[in-house]
């Protein structure tokens, strides 16, 4: 069983790779007095925790698919388990 840690939802923001930091970071900016939840257990919880993804630049659908595959952004295209397991997944905006 792992022990996770609670972190708050900026630091989980900056592990995203770019540009998808910087996007996340600059979302969860404008809504920082607005979101009541400070710590979280993990990215994914980070993500739809920090910022309104329907009120922003970049949609809705852009977060939903950052948040269900972030696997994705921090993997090279070169990579064998990116080349094994991700290689015939098609996403819309990526």
Known sequence: M??????????????????YREQALDNWRKYEGLVKFNSVLDLRTALKLSFYWNTTPQGYDYWEQVCYYPIIIDIPKKHPIYLHKFSSIKFNRF
């Open 2 to 19: 792992t022990n996770k840690t609670s972190k708050p939802c900026r630091e989980w923001l900056e592990t995203l790779a770019s540009p």
